[in-house]
């Protein structure tokens, strides 16, 4: 009991981490469109900066798992914003 408790606790605080980065993430989109940059550009910086540091701290096979995962999270629809669940 105490175990599930600790890791619904664990799940909880991995998913509020998500939630404020990913906020980051769209002050700092916000801003660099603002200031001109163009979304494809911003996109493709972003994954370039996002698995160069996720390589350096985890090494390739820390980019191969997140890149083998992303094609089932396309398609599942993880990445539309504004999704409508039926």
């Known amino acids: 009991m ?5 890791a ?4 909880m605080i991995v998913e509020e981490k998500k939630r404020v980065a ?5 002050e700092a989109w916000t801003a ?9 550009i911003l996109a ?10 996720l390589s350096r701290e985890q090494g390739e096979a820390g980019v191969v798992a997140i890149v083998n995962h992303l094609p089932e999270q396309i ?3 993880q990445f539309v914003i504004d999704r409508v669940l039926q």
């Open 2 to 6: 105490i175990e599930e408790n600790e």
């Open 8 to 11: 619904a606790l664990d799940e």
């Open 22 to 26: 990913v906020e980051f993430f769209r």
């Open 32 to 40: 660099a469109l603002a200031e001109g940059i163009e979304p494809q």
């Open 44 to 53: 493709e910086s972003a994954v370039f900066t996002a698995l160069s540091e």
């Open 75 to 77: 398609e599942n629809g």
